[in-house]
């Protein structure tokens, strides 16, 4: 004769709730075990199911096995002129002091030659007077242009740029043409997150 399970009582039923619960939403295996007695329940035939043996012999508790840390999500991608706004700032520093957009923009053709080179000395003045503030400039190579110069093996292609004839390997001995220009210290403000970089001078209206 099959030894009928016991009755289990209301905290009984309580656990093992709690516990099918969390095993079915973690568990695939054991919410597909669980089903076809959820649905006989639900279609009255609860008591044609076969009487469950006792439970089996627990496995041994295997060590959980953990994914590996998600890397974290990179920080979004900045607006082009908030990723710029340092080379706008300077630009917009160029405007203000030495009219450098007004002198790009207007159509100089127009003019003559005496008035284009009053408008650059007030230009040169303007924007000799924001890199000296701002920026350190140096040299690439201290001789004077025309001198000759020599171009060691395993020089620098970006501090030396070969016109001419190139031909063969270095090193090689040239004239200096232009002796290049360098930033050794950079002093430019941080820009405000209130202030729209894009606006490199604002438009004056005189009231009247």
């Given at each position: ?30 919410a597909q075990a669980v089903l076809p007695t959820s649905r006989a329940y639900d279609a009255g035939q609860l008591a044609q199911l076969p009487s469950g043996g006792p439970a089996p012999t627990p496995l ?149």
């Open positions: 004769m099959t030894d009928q399970p016991a009755s289990l009582s209301f905290f009984a039923r309580f656990w093992l709730a709690w516990l099918c619960f969390w095993r079915c939403l973690v568990s695939r295996e054991f041994p508790k295997q060590e959980e096995v953990r994914p590996p840390p998600r890397a974290p999500e990179p920080p979004p991608a900045l607006a082009p002129e908030r990723e710029h706004a340092s080379a706008l700032s300077l630009l917009g520093m160029l405007q203000r002091e030495g009219r450098f957009v007004d002198f790009l923009q207007e159509n100089v053709s127009a003019f003559s030659d005496a008035e284009v080179g009053a408008a650059a000395r007030i230009v040169h003045e303007g924007c000799r007077k924001v890199a000296q503030t701002y920026l350190t400039l140096e040299r690439v190579l201290p001789q004077s242009e025309g001198d000759s110069v020599p171009v060691p093996v395993g020089f620098d292609a970006q501090r030396i740029r070969l016109t001419g004839n190139v031909a063969g390997q270095p090193p090689y001995n040239g004239i200096l043409r232009h002796h290049g220009w360098m930033t050794t210290a950079v002093k430019l403000p941080t820009v405000s997150p209130a202030i729209d970089p894009r606006v490199l001078a604002p438009a004056e209206v005189e009231l009247s």
